[in-house]
């Protein structure tokens, strides 16, 4: 995929579609270590073991609206290619976690992309979900917190239309500056 923001859409959709209500995502930039780490966890309904086991297979989903389930498969062919691995680790009735592990400065690093569409898209829901994005890069960080916008916007709900355009471009601006309006 083109984008890290792509595969993290699709991270938040597998997290939503198993009924999570938290979601905490955190991007790591180490330039010291050479290490980019990507990390979703919620706190959905998890998966048993026998499925946690068929997850990353490309052949394998419990959605009806499409035969293959490539999410994960995806996710995990671009950390490999680019030196680093994917891991799931999930609790039936708890939660999963994904952390995809990749070298910072692997030719084939995907751009971050549109961070803040990929947000905005995953509070659009109908069922409120609380999530946590930090990202931090060096000693710098970004955190946007769906949380402590609820509370400042009261009875305005966050899933419409001007509330999530505000989103959208508020981590886009947030990013920018962490990367010192260098944005690649
Ligand atoms: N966060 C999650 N919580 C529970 N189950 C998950 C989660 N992520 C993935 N899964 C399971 O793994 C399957 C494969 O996911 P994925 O590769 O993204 O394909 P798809 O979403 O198209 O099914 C899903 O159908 C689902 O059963
Ligand atoms: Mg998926």
Not at 17 to 36: C, K, Q, S, Y
Not at 111 to 123: E, F, H, K, S, V
Not at 126 to 131: G, I, K, M, N, Y
Request: charged content about 25%; some cysteine; aromatic content about 6%.
């Amino acid at each position: 995929m083109e984008e890290l923001a792509l595969h993290l859409l699709d991270l938040l959709e597998n997290a939503l579609a198993a009924g999570a209500r938290h979601i905490l995502i955190t991007i790591e930039e180490d330039g010291e270590r050479d290490r980019l780490i990507v990390t979703v966890q919620d706190d959905g309904r998890g998966m048993e073991a026998a499925a946690l086991e068929k997850a990353l297979d490309p052949f394998y989903t419990t959605r009806t609206t499409r035969k293959a389930g490539l999410g994960l498969s995806l996710f995990q062919a671009t950390a490999v290619q680019c030196g680093g691995t994917l891991t799931l680790e999930s609790q039936p009735g708890q939660g999963t976690r994904v952390v995809a592990a990749m070298r910072l400065s692997h030719p084939d690093l995907p751009p971050l992309g549109d961070m803040g569409a990929t947000i905005a898209t995953a509070l659009s829901r109908e069922e409120p979900v609380e999530l946590i994005y930090r990202h931090r890069r060096g000693r710098q960080e970004f955190q946007f917190s769906s949380t402590w916008l609820q509370l400042h916007l009261g009875e305005i709900p966050l899933n419409c239309g001007p509330v999530l355009d505000w989103v959208q471009r508020y981590i886009n601006k947030g990013l920018a500056e962490l990367y010192g309006g260098d944005q690649s």
